[in-house]
């Protein structure tokens, strides 16, 4: 087992991502990139996830839930802005009995009084067992994990998004949306999905298109303005998979063929100059009018917030499943959490001694 006590930060930071990802399986594990991710630990963490939801239900359940971590806290540290994401972390931690404490903007940290985010961080791992954690740096959550792995604090670190260049908690619920989508058609296996809007930026789709790379004969679809293409370096691991793809910017072509499409919002915040407000984008939306050609078993996904790019005449077409995705999150986000701790046999024996209602 590689561990990040035994590797200096520099030769670290220059690993390729899927040996980065054998670095964070240790004890503590960390949740830092997509690429650590196998087809079966998703698997698992989805089944796990179903099994808490539906033990939730019942008071019992839900009482026996709130005892597995009841012993532990986590720092919720968001240094960006967040409402979904931070939310669907601070109910996981509920479900499962964890105490959270948050710092919502490094403005309120001693990090105004000159402090570095590196002491910041130390702080935190004094008073909690788990920091949950967003940066706008992209690669700031691997550099916690890494300090922490020098220190006599070591703790895992869950990165709840990171710059421009990872989500690996988003992906989890999107890939549980997807499997709980297609349950009945023959699960993930060689579906068509779609990525719409602003893709270079948007961590979610660059850690969700790996994620699928891990399932047999998808395909994928990057829908985009030039400027706001998928990265390279994303379509090189894909190839690295053999997985097949399509880049292309004709939305209107992959509709009827698509079973999934995953739109997402122009990401302006990381404009230098307003750059995006140049770019036309009104071909990269959906709205009623689109919707015959559609297929009825068609999951519309959004990882919210949405802007012009899905109209709300669709909210309640069964197709649009934004909503419930994003409800997803807590339960595949308590998954995690509870197998970040090691304590998933236990539910899953209750659920196998009580067998809640579906």
Known sequence: MKKLSGISWRDFKALPLLEKGDYFQGTPPHTLIAQQFTREKLQELCALATRIKRINKR??????????????????????????????????????????????DSKTSSEV???????????????????????????????VAWMLAHT????????AGSGADQHPTQALL????????FEKIG?????NIVFVGDLMRGRTVRSLAWMLSLYKDVKLYFVAPEPLQI????????????????????????????DAIYMTRIQDEWDAEGESSTIDTSAFSIGAEHMDIIKDTTA????????KEISTDIDNDPRAVYWRQMRNG?????????????????????????????
């Open 59 to 104: 008071r019992d359940g839900a009482n026996f839930l709130k005892t597995l971590l009841c012993d532990k806290r986590a720092m919720l540290y968001f240094a960006q802005p967040s409402s979904r994401t931070y939310l669907s972390h601070n109910a996981a931690c509920q479900i499962l009995g964890l105490d959270t404490m948050d710092v919502r």
């Open 231 to 258: 990265g390279q370096d994303i379509l090189d691991l894909l190839d690295a998979a053999g997985t097949k793809y399509v880049v292309t910017q004709d939305f209107a072509s992959t509709m009827p063929i698509a």
């Open 330 to 358: 807590m339960w595949i986000r308590a998954a995690l959490i509870l197998t970040t701790f090691g304590r998933q046999d236990e539910v899953n024996q209750y659920y196998d001694n009580y067998k809640p209602g579906a």
């Open 113 to 143: 009084k000159g402090e570095s985010p590196e002491d910041t961080i130390r702080t935190f791992s004094s008073y909690a067992d788990m920091i949950i954690m967003r940066h706008p740096v992209g690669g700031f959550a691997e550099r």
């Open 300 to 307: 519309i996904m959004h990882p919210l917030p949405r802007r």
């Open 174 to 181: 999107d890939i549980y949306t997807l499997e709980r989508s």
């Open 152 to 159: 006599n604090r070591e703790i895992p670190v869950l990165n």
């Open 187 to 191: 699960g993930v296996d060689g579906k």
